[in-house]
């Protein structure tokens, strides 16, 4: 007898099959066809129709993104193709293929690209600000390092913002649920003439609550209510057309964002113990700390008040000129972020006494403030030629402070004041050349050459607090500074070749290569350099429409060969990054969407991973045997991080109509996925996240008129508690941080 997993796992791969997601929106039912429309993107850095562009792209606009019922980028995950995405307090963690990054530290680069207007994000905190009044999201799956620079081997992920237009318009709109979640958004353009407009969009608004406030949903084991989780957020972006003649055009935007609350209260899901795996430094005999939550995954201990703090603000100038044999195009922006973290380190039911804190526990203050420009010339002739050439230049300082008290059950009690000041210099010069010899023929190459160069200046000072007749006394064990400086150097490439069959289907194939920027560890001691890494992908993929439009499938096969893959590690109760020497990754994705009728709509996704360390032996120092000796482990042959073999949404959608009462549409929506590991270990069953299925029902309503529209929503009807997200702390404690739980609420709002 088959296994209802098995069933599960079938029924999903049937309906990926069937219908998935990559337009979304559909002409409404008044029309006389319910052909699918056509989406423009700008992926490639000039506007095309996604269906005729060999690459992976997914692309949300604002309907969609409605649709969906998508909160923050973190939930647009279930959608696209074997994109993961987890938080850490105000952290955005993205990973595309297998392909990222699950440090966020100052020193470390992302390894998913974040562009907000074409800005891009080296903070990916910035990417999760303003979700709201977008004309349109895109995610780029595979390398992208050609168009979108150092760190994007997993690919690119962009946000496009609605644009000041030469109607007036404004909405608002005010949600409400449980948790005490509340929200009001609005929005106004204000044309000012044939020469430009103004664009102002916003939470917060007129002492209305903030965006995504909302109460704790994890239970307190020593204070006891819910907390975790609970925030209040508020965003503005702004937005000054100028038009001055038929050719120039000149946009400045400028956006704040302002998050703060309790992050999560990152459960403990193992306690380090004599004659196990675990990370040195003192934690491998800790017998007497056996202060796991044996509760549900949403219960914790938690006797320091945790807390962040994070404001992000941006500017940029755009100018665009019609020189009539193409467009040039100059961004300047300022993009700078400043975020203070207070946690509970070892989640003990029990206070300690430390001077400083009265736990385990870490305050952490991070600051970044970066300049970019980027200068490109794109062709705009109509000939069977196409090109586009740029210039890059980013200059970045990172700074981050971290004061630890360390709890003396982890040896002597002791406190750990890591300083790192990072400086970031990247320059590149780009371009992408494409001939179509006819109509059903397209060849494309592009190149990017990139120069990095990062110095730093960094110190440790550690204490401890021996035993002094039972009062306080720090001694001064080691203090040490460091100033390393390095340089990378790199050339990237992409070689595709499209072929087109027909107006409505296609086939393509591309060779491309990426390219992560090396950096600095910063240890007691000393900083030691770790190397850029390097990925070679292969891709081949196909677009189809059937039935007159109704129908679009969209699937991709690829092959990547991952060398000095950067890993995350804790050494010596110290954040490092090594690289894994090798790494094979190999899937298939599928993308469909149907319009069944003029009102029901049906749409899945599919995405297939074979995604493991081919070479990779964890160092010496950083785990212990049973009998207390270093020992080296060989991960050679495990899973990567946050890539589950197999992952998939089936959705549907149906409009009512109600005649003077508007239309209704009702959509439900399936997000399953099989098995994630959380770290290289992949130790049973500390590093593992077991398959699991959400379920989500909400309600839509617009007036006749379209005026006035509103929302019912229940998302993880099914209750479904899951690891997002896992870190192991400098005590070597495994920590996780979960998922919404159940929810609810009710959404209404007017245009003008």
């Known amino acids: 007898m088959k296994t209802t997993k098995d069933t599960v796992i079938k029924s999903c791969l049937l309906g990926a099959l069937l219908a998935t997601t990559n337009t979304w929106t559909v002409i409404h039912a008044q029309e006389s066809s319910a052909a699918l429309e056509e989406i423009i993107v700008t992926a490639q850095k000039r506007q095309e129709n996604l269906q005729t562009l060999g690459i992976s792209v997914s692309a949300f606009d604002e309907g969609a993104l409605n649709s969906l019922g998508t909160r923050d980028i973190v939930e647009l995950s279930k959608f696209v193709p074997n994109l993961q995405i987890g938080t850490e307090s105000s952290?955005?963690?993205?990973?595309?293929?297998?392909?990222?990054?699950?440090?966020?530290?100052?020193?470390?680069?992302?390894?998913?690209?974040?562009?907000?207007?074409?800005?891009?994000?080296?903070?990916?905190?910035?990417?999760?600000?303003?979700y709201y009044d977008m004309e349109r999201v895109e995610v780029l799956r595979g390398p992208q390092g050609t168009l979108y620079g150092r760190n994007a081997n997993g690919g690119a992920i962009n946000f496009i913002s609605n644009k000041p237009s030469d109607e007036f318009e404004a909405s608002m709109d005010f949600g409400k649920g449980d948790n005490d979640w509340q929200r009001f958004r609005g929005m106004i353009n204000l044309p000012m003439g044939d020469k430009g407009g103004f664009r102002f969009a916003g939470t917060g608004l007129f002492g209305f609550p903030t965006n995504e406030t909302q109460d704790g949903y994890q239970k307190n084991l020593i204070a006891g209510g819910t907390e975790g989780n609970d925030k209040d957020d508020s965003s503005t972006r702004v937005q000054f057309l100028w038009q001055p003649t038929e050719k120039a055009s000149l946009l400045f935007a400028g956006g704040e964002t302002h998050k703060e609350g309790v992050g999560p209260i990152r459960k403990r899901t193992s306690t380090p113990g004599a004659g196990t795996l675990s990370p040195s430094g003192g934690s491998a005999n800790c017998d007497d700390c056996g202060y796991v939550a044996t509760g549900g995954l949403r219960e914790a201990y938690k006797d320091l008040e945790e807390s962040f703090d994070l404001l992000t603000r941006s500017y940029s100038f755009t100018l665009d000129y019609d020189l009539g044999f193409g467009t040039l195009t100059a961004i300047a922006a300022d993009s700078s972020t400043d975020m203070g973290l207070a946690q509970d380190s070892d989640q003990s039911p029990r206070a300690k006494g430390i001077p400083g804190g009265t736990t385990d526990s870490a305050v952490v203050t991070q600051r970044s403030d970066q300049q970019t420009l980027e200068v490109r010339l794109t062709?705009?002739?109509?000939?069977?030629?196409?090109?586009?050439?740029?210039?890059?230049?980013?200059?970045?300082?990172?700074?981050?402070?971290?004061?630890?008290?360390?709890?003396?059950?982890?040896?002597?009690?002791?406190?750990?004041?890591?300083?790192?000041?990072?400086?970031?210099?990247?320059?590149?010069?780009?371009?992408?050349?494409?001939?179509?010899?006819?109509?059903?023929?397209?060849?494309?190459?592009?190149?990017?050459?990139?120069?990095?160069?990062?110095?730093?200046?960094?110190?440790?000072?550690?204490?401890?607090?021996?035993?002094?007749?039972?009062?306080?006394?720090?001694?001064?064990?080691?203090?040490?500074?460091?100033?390393?400086?390095?340089?990378?150097?790199?050339?990237?490439y992409r070689l595709g070749i499209d072929k087109y069959i027909n107006d409505d289907r296609m086939v393509y194939a591309s060779m491309s290569t990426g390219y992560r920027a090396g950096g600095f560890n910063f240890g007691v001691s000393s900083a030691e350099s770790y190397d850029p890494e390097e990925l070679t992908a292969f891709e081949i993929g196909s677009k189809n429409r059937f039935n007159d439009g109704r129908m679009q499938l969209n699937a991709t096969v690829f092959y990547y060969d991952y060398t000095d893959m950067q890993v995350f590690q804790v050494v010596d109760q110290t954040i490092v990054i090594r690289n894994a020497s090798e790494a094979d990754i190999s899937g298939a994705e599928l993308e469909f969407v149907a319009a069944l009728s003029d009102n029901l709509r049906v749409d899945a996704s599919l995405g297939l991973l074979d995604a493991e360390y081919k070479k990779f032996i964890l160092p010496s120092n950083l785990f212990l045997d049973a009998a207390g000796d270093p020992t080296n482990i060989d991960v050679s042959g495990n899973r990567l991080i946050n890539a589950p073999k197999w992952s998939g949404h089936i959705g549907a959608e149906h409009d009512i109509s109600s005649g003077r009462l508007g239309t209704f549409t009702v959509r439900g929506q399936l997000y399953i996925t099989d098995d994630?590991?959380?770290?290289?270990?992949?130790?049973?069953?500390?590093?593992?996240?077991?398959?699991?299925?959400?379920?989500?029902?909400?309600?839509?309503?617009?007036?006749?008129?379209?005026?006035?529209?509103?929302?019912?929503?229940?998302?993880?009807?099914?209750?479904?508690?899951?690891?997002?997200?896992?870190?192991?702390?400098?005590?070597?404690?495994?920590?996780?941080?979960?998922?919404?739980?159940?929810?609810?609420?009710?959404?209404?709002?007017?245009?003008?």
Not at 97 to 125: C, M, T, W
Not at 435 to 443: E, N
Not at 453 to 479: L, M
Not at 735 to 750: D, E, K, T
Request: proline share 5%; charged share 20%; hydrophobic share 35%.
């Open 91 to 130: 952290d955005l963690k993205a990973m595309i293929r297998g392909v990222g990054s699950d440090n966020l530290e100052a020193f470390s680069d992302p390894g998913v690209a974040i562009h907000i207007d074409g800005v891009y994000q080296a903070r990916p905190s910035g990417g999760n600000s303003l």
């Open 379 to 492: 062709s705009t002739n109509d000939g069977p030629v196409e090109w586009l050439l740029g210039l890059y230049y980013l200059d970045e300082n990172a700074f981050q402070s971290t004061l630890i008290n360390r709890d003396p059950t982890f040896g002597a009690a002791k406190t750990i004041e890591p300083l790192h000041d990072v400086n970031s210099k990247s320059s590149a010069v780009f371009g992408q050349f494409s001939i179509q010899p006819d109509d059903t023929l397209k060849l494309t190459a592009g190149f990017r050459s990139t120069n990095d160069e990062k110095d730093a200046v960094g110190g440790t000072k550690v204490q401890i607090r021996p035993p002094c007749g039972g009062s306080f006394c720090w001694v001064n064990v080691g203090s040490q500074s460091y100033s390393p400086e390095d340089s990378w150097s790199s050339g990237t």
């Open 676 to 752: 994630i590991y959380l770290r290289a270990l992949n130790l049973e069953p500390y590093d593992h996240q077991e398959g699991y299925t959400t379920f989500d029902v909400k309600v839509m309503w617009e007036s006749a008129d379209s005026r006035w529209f509103g929302e019912a929503f229940v998302n993880n009807i099914t209750d479904e508690a899951v690891i997002t997200n896992q870190e192991v702390t400098d005590s070597g404690i495994y920590f996780a941080n979960l998922n919404r739980p159940r929810s609810y609420g009710v959404v209404v709002g007017v245009r003008f």
